[in-house]
């Protein structure tokens, strides 16, 4: 069993900044890939960026630039760090662990953009 745990949501007026963490705890082997993905009502969870074992990332086109993705293996950690927030990224932001083809989320976190 694997448990995720977020924290780093919350309001924040355009143009500002937040860092999402997202611990992961239980039976955790030393490969898989980490990453967020985020839900708005009425829309289906999207991608936002991931970063697998090794390093390397991706990211969705509208947050490159603006988001970076960062992990800690020794605490079994993975961060995101968000820039130039814009209203549109406001949205439950759920962290995502992939691991010997199971997938496990966490219980997701408010981000709110907004003046």
């Known amino acids: 069993q694997v448990q995720l745990v977020e924290s780093g949501g919350g309001l924040v007026q355009p143009g500002g900044s937040l860092r999402l963490s997202c611990a992961a705890s239980g039976s955790i082997f030393s490969i898989y890939a980490m990453g967020w993905n985020r839900q708005t009502p009425g829309k289906q969870r999207e991608l936002v960026a991931f970063?697998?074992?090794?390093?390397?990332?991706d990211y969705a086109d509208s947050v490159k630039g603006r988001f970076t993705i960062s992990r800690d293996n020794a605490k079994n950690t993975v961060y995101l760090q968000m820039n130039n927030l814009k209203p549109e990224d406001t949205a439950v932001y759920y962290c995502?662990?992939?691991?010997?083809?199971?997938?496990?989320w966490g219980q997701g976190t408010q981000v709110t953009v907004s003046s």
């Open positions: 995502r662990l992939t691991m010997r083809g199971s997938v496990y």
């Open positions: 970063i697998t074992s090794g390093g390397s990332t």
